[in-house]
């Protein structure tokens, strides 16, 4: 027999393997008190998966926990009885039924005082007698919260006699209403002048001269009580505030309204107010006072270093002015 035809087993690892030849095989035992990796693999599964053994609890011994109910039981008994023989010690002997008393918590309307006579008679009484036994009443009545209503005022020919009746208030009159009165502002001053006065002016060194309108160029006269009207009609200016400057004054003519005393190319002269602001520059003149007492001295608005002055019996600005005196006017 030749080695070919001889049996060799293929190599394997871990179980069986089926020969390439298709011929079976005897399986191959494991070695005696050897175990296979696979049966060692199993076991230690099969032996992981199940869960150890739990002790059950020991249980107490029936006798003992008789014995303990039992004993409670009798204690709980015995403290019952305990009490009730106490409180029947202390209760009067009565035929009514006998209750047990329990301690009250005081509330704090029990500390607080009631006022004598503000409730009903029940709530004054003292203590009363439930079963047998003295109970304090805890509840206290509050006073009345409705409001006392106002005496009534006796009547015209009545006279006030015992406690007065009540009734419904009764208000007093109102009062009359404040009279409200006009007031007159006071007069407006501008140093000597009065706004809104009709007055004239006198050079204060020449006593009887009047400045006044000629036409329509400003002069200085002589005229007095005697002159014609006409004349004395040109001496009378309406003081006015000033059309470029509250703080100063304008003079309109009395006889001739809506014209006013200006200057133009230095010469005083009498010209209708236009609106425009160089005529109301022109035309106000800033009251100063003068070196003799009760004089004043005119300085014009829009040329602060210039003064109404008079040259040859003509108004114009220099820049001396020449004081004057406020009269009434003719």
Known sequence: MSTEDEYRPPLRVGGWVAPADGRALPPQQPAPGVPSALSTSFLASATATVPAPVAAPERPDPPRHRTAVVACAALAVLTVVG???LNTGRQPSSGGPRFVTLPTVPTVAAALPVPVGSGPPSAQAG????GGRRSHSTASVAPSSRPAAAPVAPGPGQAATGPATTGPAVEPPAAPAPTRTR???PPQRRGPFTVGAAMGLEPARMAGFRVRHRGDQGVVDRIGANSPAPER???RFTVRTGLADGACVSFESADRPGHFLRHRSFRLRLDRRDGTPLFAADATFCPVDG????TVVLRSQNYPDRYVSLRFFRLELGRRGTAFTVRPPL
């Open 83 to 85: 009490v009730a023989a």
């Open 291 to 294: 070196r003799r007492p009760g």
């Open 183 to 185: 007031t007159t502002a």
């Open 127 to 130: 203590p009363s007698s439930v």
């Open 233 to 235: 009609a040109g001496t």
